[in-house]
């Protein structure tokens, strides 16, 4: 039995929560590989909307087993946060929802740091979230960080050890500490939460189930182009959020791995800073962001919105390995006279069809215009129904991609997907 991985190939927020919730029936173990409580995955049905930060989008399925692999960093404080919403409506997670003792903790003097290192950074942010995970990946690496595991063992003087390294730096930047005391204690009733869960070494148990024969599901955070070593640097998250990172994130090896579903939105957002060639300015751009409500579920921050850029998903795609596509938000182009599609960039009057390595150059998207379909689809319930003009943007997608579109989302609810 193989792994397979689900993740984002575009800027993130591609509406990964929804797809791995709908395909959780088919499996019998969901684990995040990577990232933190700044990716946030919505997921809507029965009239009821969630938002989960660090819970994998298998917990609504049954009694599927939900894992938060090592990749991941935790917040104990927002975890709680995350754990206690979901029981109150209903959800009892403390069986079916392990967490490796291997996640690296985001401690409450990482959220001072990343608000300190960003206030530094002057005109050059980078537009994190101030969730303290870009600190919590620097102490990973400097082989300084903590562990869900340390919990268990001299956690205090490991803690003490940690807090006052961080403080130094903090003093030295003359950033101001004066709420580390509240968030502290929010943060230490996180971690009493934390310890009513079951803590695993995750790579044996997820290597096991692998030999025994079960179905398991890698779910990733953010998007490709948001990678630490692929992505659109320096405007990137701080882990792998490519398929390689399920390897690294749950301790796989790369021939364990076998489907790599990729999402992608059928036009294309991001959130922050960084380059985005296919961005809109005007009308359009504002019509996609009202009509796709393009505001992050975790920040609310509006995102910036553009037309699909077919270089960078061609890019993801050949990093990722991807063998399945899922399209998201198909609907949100309904009303559209117009639809258009970059296949190029012209980059100081060259053009290509390669992701370049610097994206600061002076890129003009090369784009290809299609009729839109200007059909409500939200309430089909087969591809029999998809308008032609839309069979003609799908057709068109795959040829240009390479690889076949296997779902189609036609709006927020898990009712309203297609499998072709």
């Known amino acids: 039995m193989k792994v397979d991985v689900l993740l984002g190939l575009q800027w993130g927020d591609e509406g990964k929560g929804k797809i791995v919730d709908v395909l959780t029936p088919e499996y019998e173990i969901v684990a995040r590989f990577q990232g933190g409580p700044n990716a946030g995955h919505t997921l809507e049905f029965e009239g009821k909307k969630y938002v989960l930060r ?6 609504f399925q049954g009694n599927k087993i939900n894992i938060i692999g090592n990749g991941v960093v ?20 403390k069986k079916r929802l392990l967490i490796s003792k291997k996640a690296h903790l985001i401690l409450p003097t990482h959220r001072l740091l990343d608000a300190c290192y960003e206030a530094a950074k002057g005109d050059s942010k980078i537009g994190t979230t101030g969730k303290g995970i870009g600190p919590t990946y620097t102490d990973k690496v400097s082989r300084n960080g903590l562990r869900v595991g340390d919990i268990l063992h001299n956690f205090d003087e490991k803690y003490n050890k940690a807090k006052s390294k961080h403080l130094r730096t903090l003093q030295q930047y003359g950033h101001d500490t004066s709420s580390l005391a509240e968030i502290e204690k929010e943060w230490f009733d996180g971690v009493a939460k934390l310890k009513e869960f079951t803590f695993i070494d995750s790579e044996h148990y997820i290597n096991n189930a692998v030999k025994e024969g079960k179905k398991i599901l890698a779910e990733g955070a953010q998007g490709t182009m948001l990678d630490i070593d692929f992505g659109s640097y320096p405007f990137v998250t701080s882990s792998n959020t490519i398929s390689a990172g399920a390897c690294t994130g749950l301790g796989i090896a790369p021939q364990s791995v076998g489907e790599v579903f990729g999402i992608f939105k059928a036009y294309c957002t991001r959130v922050g800073s960084g380059p985005f ?30 037309w699909i850029d077919l270089v960078a998903l061609r890019y993801a795609i050949m990093i990722d390995g991807v063998t399945q596509l899922i399209m998201m938000k198909s609907d949100v182009l309904d009303t559209f006279e117009t639809i258009r599609a970059c296949v190029g960039y012209e980059i100081n009057g060259q053009k290509t069809t390669e992701f370049p390595f610097e994206t600061e150059d002076n890129i003009t998207p090369v784009y290809v215009d299609m009729k839109g379909w200007q059909t409500d689809m939200t309430k089909m319930q087969k591809e029999d129904e998809f308008p032609t003009e839309f069979k003609q943007y799908v057709a068109f997608l795959e040829s240009e991609l390479g690889v076949p579109i296997r779902i189609v989302s036609l709006g927020p609810d898990r009712a309203q997907t297609i499998i072709r």
């Open 74 to 93: 935790l917040d104990p404080a927002l975890f709680k946060g995350e754990i206690e919403s979901l029981e109150s409506s209903g959800h009892e997670l």
């Open 277 to 306: 060639p296919t961005e809109l300015f005007d009308e359009t751009g504002d019509k996609l962001r009202e009509y796709g409500f393009e505001f992050g579920s975790v920040t609310g921050r509006p995102r910036r919105c553009g």
């Open 54 to 59: 660090s819970v994998p989008s298998g917990i």
